[in-house]
T-cell receptor, first 111, second 114 residues
Framework: QKEVEQDPGPLSVPEGAIVSLNCTYSNSAFQYFMWYRQYSRKGPELLMYTYSSGNKEDGRFTAQVDKSSKYISLFIRDSQPSDSATYLCAMSPYNNNDMRFGAGTRLTVKP | EAGVTQFPSHSVIEKGQTVTLRCDPISGHDNLYWYRRVMGKEIKFLLHFVKESKQDESGMPNNRFLAERTGGTYSTLKVQPAELEDSGVYFC????????????FGEGSWLTVV
């Protein structure tokens, strides 16, 4: 079983839709939870970062962490074509060396 | 401010050849990381430099991989000899701090071994 499970998609939604992206994990030691966005042929770019459980909102993006269920989510409101990218979840118990990535979900937002 | 720069962006080599990837971190970033994503797999940590010292190289797959960071500035990752399973994208990242979430990734070096 992988430490981090993420549905690779692809996921296609119409512009303006609410997008829900999810990851599950098995390692209860994870304390830091990140979402990265990766455009085609580019490097991952940090979108959201959460420590422990709870919600965090930044503009159209909301990250949720439920440690009891070992489940994290990223919601994108009013999705735009420019949101089309691969979204990677990542998590770590301590530092960047121990970061574990999900496979990434490829999202397409159609105009 | 320039971001993390990687060179070459693409490389196609034959099995058994040598390839050297270079990474220039963001100026002033003491921490430099190498990650890679091979076909069908997730991004995985390879190693971490703090200035010129290897802090953690637990993710290096075998002794065909050699990383250096001369003078604590740019870093190179050499694969010698390259094998087919080394194909993938090699990401470099840098940060000022070691804390999680503060790292900035380069665009990656795409390696194809044929």
């Amino acid at each position: 079983q992988k430490e981090v499970e993420q549905d690779p998609g692809p996921l296609s939604v119409p512009e303006g839709a609410i997008v829900s992206l999810n990851c599950t994990y098995s390692n209860s030691a994870f304390q830091y939870f990140m979402w990265y966005r990766q455009y085609s042929r580019k490097g991952p770019e940090l979108l959201m970062y959460t420590y422990s459980s709870g919600n965090k909102e930044d503009g159209r993006f909301t990250a949720q962490v439920d440690k009891s269920s070992k489940y994290i989510s990223l919601f994108i409101r009013d999705s735009q074509p420019s949101d089309s990218a691969t979204y990677l979840c990542a998590m770590s118990p301590y530092n960047n060396n121990d970061m574990r990535f999900g496979a990434g979900t490829r999202l397409t937002v159609k105009p | 401010e320039a971001g993390v720069t990687q060179f070459p962006s693409h490389s196609v080599i034959e099995k058994g050849q040598t390839v050297t990837l270079r990474c220039d971190p963001i100026s002033g970033h003491d921490n430099l990381y190498w990650y890679r994503r091979v076909m069908g797999k997730e991004i995985k940590f390879l190693l971490h430099f703090v200035k010129e010292s290897k802090q953690d190289e637990s993710g290096m797959p075998n002794n065909r991989f050699l990383a250096e960071r001369t003078g604590g500035t740019y870093s190179t990752l050499k694969v010698q000899p390259a094998e087919l399973e080394d194909s993938g994208v090699y990401f470099c990242a840098s940060s000022q701090e070691t804390g999680v979430g503060t790292i900035y990734f380069g665009e990656g070096s795409w390696l194809t071994v044929v």
